[in-house]
């Protein structure tokens, strides 16, 4: 009888536009809100003459585009965002196809290691890399200390880890990574568990060795998946400013100035809104191309 | 081709467990069809999976073609398998999926169609090679896994349950393709079963495992005219062999022995009061499940198989004259429930 009445019910629930639009109105609040208002606004902005404290406001057309791209600035953030985002997304998706291979066979400890792994994505994104300032930092550096207990370097000329350019976009790098592995080795675990033991049998005793069965059968049976840890990565890397804020501020000499960090320093630090809204402007273009993808994506998991 | 044999062969998952397949010494003979034939849990496929270096044994020697593999690799014991779900590579086409050993194996890319195209005809599946595995039907995918296997003419071809994902009716015929199959290619072939039907139909010999024990090695007509055991008596024909249990022996006689007397050709004959209790009608004969009347015997469920050819007046609750043939009884020793001597037995 209980049966039949939650069955009554439900069937009503499908049937009633009403409770189908409540249901989903949360959300699409939610998402005007939070993200569509500002979006508007962006828009807005970056046509307009707005700033920090005043309250007058003309339209100005295109000159803010024009002027950010005229900043060498600008072209050196776009530059260092694809540097950043490039090199990023590739230690990342290479890192955790390794991980998610070696994590699936099963080994004594394994659980413990899987945890220890997940833990920089769990952390606070904010704590786990004020952790990082102090570890990378010129004095207290333990990387710089090892390497000079090792002799290495002497303290007169070990390196500076957030000080010199190129050295800043790799530990900017390494530390974006450090944060974003877990979580592709996570989705790339249920990629890799997914695929029948016997198919990787079968490859071995068809003659396939470690490596031709790695990378004739493993990997391309993962690459959907694989894809889809791709496309979050390029998201959460590109779309990124965190790290870069908190370890350098896009310093030394913009070395590692990125495309949001650009836009937050001269829009709300620099208190020129309608040129901070023009730069996080150029991210929608990229954005919307990775966004095509994983709905396409999505909707061939559906079919399927 | 190549004869694989096995020495005290023991594989214990679990310290301190029962093993899953404990001492088995076996040996195929040269381009045989032999059959693992088994409950589940009996240890049939880890016995395959040890052969083929999927799993390492605890104990003893695996042996192909005289040579111990216990420290080959899969890949290096020349030997080709079909998994139970064919394992074909989800990604790559038919042709790719065939080519698939060659290319592992280094063979020159210029014969490889050549061979693909030879096994692919052989399966009769050469219009299907440009597709992918899931446009197949399950009875074209076991033909690709097959033709798979034998594209790189293995020394032998191992086959785990290649039939039981297919409905009934391909399977009766995908049996007859295989048997006709090995007829062709003549390769040492072992082939895991639990279908008795499978197992007596292709054998040329069969194993019948149970618990991770070999319980007789025989040709069909053997395992079921001679069974080693009450096991074996019991696991192989539908319905089973009935079994009476007296104070040192067994007994044992097949449903299908045990007729109306007045059938039993002349000779020397057990006959019983015989009450049935009820009757399954399946076509072709008629199963009847009775007791035997005025015996110890009573609570016991006998059972018999009527050809449909034979006279039939027995209906449930009736009460007959059967018997069954002596040359037909099978005589167990009871504590150890294998075969022994025919001896007096006091129904006399």
Same mark, same amino acid.
């Given at each position: 009888m209980a049966v039949k009445h939650a069955k009554v019910k439900s069937a009503g629930a499908a049937q009633s536009p009403l409770l189908g639009a409540a249901m989903f109105g949360p959300a699409l609040v939610y998402i005007a809100l939070i993200i569509g208002g500002p979006f508007l606004l962006a828009i807005f902005y970056a046509f307009s003459d707005a700033r920090i404290g005043s309250v007058h406001l003309h339209y100005v057309g295109l000159e803010n585009f024009r002027s950010i791209l005229h900043s060498p600035a600008f072209h050196q953030a776009v530059q260092n965002s694809i540097v950043f985002t490039l090199s990023a997304v590739a230690i990342v998706v290479i890192c955790s196809t390794i991980l998610s291979l070696a994590l699936e @066979? !099963?080994?004594? $400890?394994? $659980?413990i290691i899987r945890f220890l792994i997940l833990l920089p994505w769990v952390a606070p994104v904010s704590l786990g890399t004020i952790g990082w300032k102090w570890l990378l930092d010129s004095i207290y550096s333990v990387f710089t200390w090892i390497l000079v207990s090792l002799h290495f370097f002497t303290i007169y000329n070990a390196p500076m880890w957030l000080g010199q350019p190129h050295l800043a976009m790799a530990s900017v790098v390494c530390v974006h990574c450090w944060r974003l592995i877990p979580f592709a080795t996570v989705v790339m675990l249920a990629g890799s568990s997914a695929i029948?033991? @016997? %198919? !990787? @049998? +079968? +490859? $071995? %005793?068809? $003659? +396939?060795g470690f490596w031709r069965t790695l990378f004739w059968i493993k990997i391309p049976m993962m690459l959907p998946i694989i894809n889809v840890a791709v496309l979050f990565s390029i998201i959460f890397t590109f779309t990124d400013m965190t790290v870069v804020y908190i370890l350098t501020d896009g310093g030394p000499f913009d070395s590692t100035q990125t495309l949001p960090n650009l836009a937050f320093a001269t829009g709300i630090e620099g208190s020129d809104l309608a040129a901070g809204a023009a730069i996080s402007l150029f991210l929608v273009p990229v954005l919307v191309v990775v966004a095509y993808f994983m709905l396409r994506m999505a909707h061939r998991a559906e079919v399927v | 081709m190549a004869v694989v044999e096995t020495r005290h062969l023991t594989k214990i998952f679990k310290q301190g467990e029962a093993g899953a397949v404990n001492d088995v010494n076996l040996a195929t003979r040269e381009g045989e069809f032999l059959?693992?034939?088994g409950p589940s849990g009996s240890g049939k496929t880890t016995l395959l999976r040890m052969i083929a270096g999927l799993e390492t /044994?605890?104990?003893g020697e695996i042996l192909i073609g005289g040579r111990v593999v216990n420290g080959l690799s899969p890949r290096d014991r020349r030997i080709a398998m079909v998994f139970q779900s064919y394992a074909l590579y989800p990604h790559l086409s038919v042709y790719k999926n065939i080519s698939f050993p060659l290319k592992a194996q280094n063979v020159p890319r210029d014969q490889h169609r050549a061979k693909v195209e030879w096994a692919s005809g052989l399966l009769s599946i050469g219009h299907l090679l440009d597709r992918k595995p899931r446009e197949l039907s399950g009875g074209e995918r076991q033909r690709v896994a097959l033709a798979r296997a034998i594209v790189r003419e293995p020394a032998v071809f191992l086959l785990d349950e290649p039939l039981s994902n297919l409905d009934a009716k391909l399977r009766a015929s995908a049996r007859e393709e295989l048997e006709q199959f090995h007829k062709n290619v003549r390769t040492t072939t072992i082939y895991v079963t639990h279908d008795q039907v499978e197992a007596m139909a292709m054998g040329d010999r069969v194993v019948v495992l149970?618990? *991770?024990?070999?319980?007789?090695? *025989?040709? /069909?007509?053997?395992?079921y005219e001679n069974p080693a055991d009450t096991f074996v008596a019991t696991f192989l024909g539908s319905p089973p062999m009935n079994l009476l249990e007296f104070s040192d022996i067994i007994v044992g006689f097949r449903p299908e022995g045990f007729l109306?007397?007045?059938?039993i050709p002349g000779g020397r004959q057990v006959t019983f009061r015989y009450r049935v209790k009820y009757v399954e009608y399946l076509g072709a004969e008629r199963v009847l499940y009775g007791n035997i009347e005025g015996s110890h015997f009573e609570s016991k469920e006998i059972i018999s198989r009527l050809s449909w050819t034979m006279p039939y007046n027995y209906e449930a609750g009736s009460v007959h004259d059967f018997a069954i043939a002596e040359s037909d009884l099978h005589f167990f020793d009871r504590q150890s429930e294998k075969r022994c001597n025919p001896k007096p037995y006091p129904w006399q």
């Open positions: @066979e !099963p080994f004594r $400890g394994r $659980g029948p033991k @016997e %198919i !990787p @049998e +079968a +490859a $071995g %005793i068809d $003659g +396939a | 059959v693992f034939l /044994p605890t104990a149970h618990q *991770g024990v070999v319980r007789q090695i *025989g040709t /069909p007509k053997e395992v109306p007397a007045e059938l």
